[in-house]
């Protein structure tokens, strides 16, 4: 094995909050960003993806103050199917296009997303740059 990490594993999420709080361009572009997220990755049972995977984070003036598992209220759920964020992870797709072209499902202050959007792309570069595993019908995509 390479070092790659299952997307969404607790040593992913670890490295992502890791590598996002160390990113100067991040902290900068993210300093007036006070919100949560929960990432919905849809199930795909006919690709071996079995079940839908949600995954949270806090951001608080550029800095990812907690991450988690699992569903808690937050100020934004973006929500798709599992081969729209691999689409994403893998520079196919930006992720503001696909909330444009309605690959991607968002709730919550859409103005006040919108303010964050060059943000949004650093933190997608960063986790472009994670040895990533991704699992099922999707294996031949991991990179890293």
Same mark, same amino acid.
């Given at each position: !094995?390479?070092? *790659? /990490?299952?997307?969404?594993? @607790?040593?992913?999420?670890? *490295?992502?909050?890791?590598?996002?709080?160390? @990113?100067?361009?991040?902290? %900068?572009?993210?300093?007036? +960003? #006070? #919100?949560?997220?929960?990432?919905?990755?849809?199930?795909?049972?006919?690709?071996?993806?079995?079940?839908? /995977? !949600? +995954?949270?984070?806090?951001?608080?003036?550029?800095?990812?103050? @907690?991450?988690?598992?699992?569903?808690?209220?937050?100020?934004?759920? /973006?929500? =798709?199917?599992? *081969?729209?964020? +691999? #689409?994403?992870?893998?520079?196919?797709?930006? =992720?503001?296009? =696909?909330?444009?072209?309605?690959?991607?499902?968002?709730?919550?202050?859409?103005? *006040?997303?919108?303010?964050?959007?060059? =943000? %949004? #792309?650093?933190?997608?570069? $960063? $986790?472009?740059? $994670?040895?990533?595993?991704?699992?099922?019908?999707?294996?031949?995509?991991?990179?890293?």
């Amino acid at each position: !094995m390479s070092g *790659r /990490m299952e997307l969404g594993s @607790d040593e992913y999420l670890e *490295r992502f909050k890791e590598l996002l709080n160390s @990113d100067e361009e991040y902290n %900068t572009l993210a300093k007036t +960003v #006070d #919100d949560s997220y929960t990432l919905v990755l849809q199930a795909e049972p006919d690709k071996g993806i079995a079940e839908t /995977m !949600m +995954v949270g984070f806090e951001i608080k003036g550029g800095i990812m103050t @907690d991450i988690w598992k699992g569903e808690k209220e937050t100020s934004f759920i /973006m929500s =798709a199917p599992y *081969r729209v964020w +691999v #689409d994403i992870l893998l520079g196919k797709i930006g =992720a503001n296009r =696909a909330f444009i072209t309605r690959k991607l499902k968002i709730k919550g202050n859409m103005p *006040r997303l919108l303010k964050t959007a060059k =943000a %949004t #792309d650093r933190l997608v570069e $960063l $986790l472009r740059t $994670l040895p990533t595993e991704f699992p099922g019908g999707y294996k031949e995509k991991s990179f890293g």
